[in-house]
């Protein structure tokens, strides 16, 4: 097996909780904080860790905003990080086509 | 290496990706002030004799009113409370997705109510406000949890019943019977889908 694709895997993307969190905001515009939180049972702690790393690699864009005098949290996904997880998909099926081939 | 890890992980990616896209408000709050408004509708329409067609057509919209008011706050208040936007993506689609339906509901309500104002077009549309409202429900199922696809099936089940049963009986049954028609039919089935939710529902939907 050609080892390349695998080692061509975006590092930022790949660590799972990263790519949960990806995998969730590539389906939306945008999520708040606490949807991303409870719909991938993480803690307020590493769901906070992670978009800090995503946001420094550029693939995540937090907002802050108040609604109804309460601050609501929202976090999308940036053009860059669209890019990098199409990239990391179609990395995956090229790895998954050659476990296939005989 | 494992082989298998890349094709589990594109298995996980697709499932988090659809689970993000539902909405995932409680729906046990919702589905029973709909089920209590519409049975309590129901009753108020029987006792009143609100038995003019467009009298009839006018009553139900202003119940259709006061339950999508009342759905409003309740998911609002979820909203504020779990400090997430209340027009949010999944709630759009969702209304996407059940607008068509209601609208051809509403103009064939407002044509029985403002053009025809015959009592036997106004029986006719009691089991089409049923089929189609449940083809609403059933549209918007594809964003929200399955049980909503069922729900709708069993008001598009409803209706045709009621459409058959109207056709085979061949003239229409008294028309105050239209409000025990929806009553039964709108305030039942939601209150007994809310008390299912209330019961299934995760106690952490949000």
Redesign the interface.
């Known amino acids: 097996m050609n080892p390349e694709p695998f080692l061509q895997l975006d590092r930022v993307i790949h660590e799972k909780g990263r790519l949960a969190i990806m995998s969730s905001l590539a389906a939306t515009p945008e999520l708040a904080f606490t949807e991303l939180r409870d719909s991938l049972e993480m803690t307020d702690g590493n769901v906070t860790a992670h978009i800090r790393t995503l946001q420094e690699a550029g693939y995540v864009s937090v907002t802050k905003s108040f609604q109804n005098n309460r601050s609501l949290t929202t976090c999308a996904l940036t053009a860059k990080g669209r890019k990098s997880f199409a990239d990391y998909i179609a990395l995956l099926e090229q790895i998954v086509q050659q476990t296939k081939k005989p | ?1 494992n ?2 890890w ?2 589990e ?2 298995k ?2 697709r499932t ?6 539902v909405y ?1 408000r409680a729906l046990a709050p919702v589905t029973m002030l709909t089920g209590i408004v519409g049975l309590a509708a129901g009753g108020v329409g029987w006792m009143t004799q609100c038995d003019s067609p467009r009298r009839f057509i006018l009553f139900w919209f202003a119940v259709a009113g006061a339950s999508l008011a009342g759905s409003f706050v309740v998911v609002r208040r979820q909203a ?1 409370r ?4 209340f027009w ?3 709630t759009r689609r969702v209304a996407q997705a059940m607008l068509p339906c209601l609208y051809i509901g509403l103009i064939a309500g407002l044509m029985i109510a403002f053009v025809a104002d015959e009592e036997d077009l106004t029986w006719a549309l009691v089991p089409i406000w049923m089929a189609l409202y449940g083809a609403a429900l059933h549209a918007a199922g594809f964003f929200m949890p399955r049980g909503i696809k069922l729900l709708g099936w069993l008001f598009i089940i409803g209706g045709t019943m009621l459409m058959i049963g109207l056709a085979l009986q061949g003239s229409a049954p008294e028309f105050r019977y239209t409000h025990v028609a929806m009553g039964a039919v709108f305030g039942g089935l939601h209150l007994a889908y809310g008390i299912y939710l209330h019961f299934t529902e995760k106690k ?1 939907a ?1």
């Open positions: 290496m082989e298998n890349a094709a992980n594109l996980t990616i988090l990706m659809e689970r993000s896209a995932r504020i779990d400090k997430e936007s949010s993506p999944p952490n949000s």
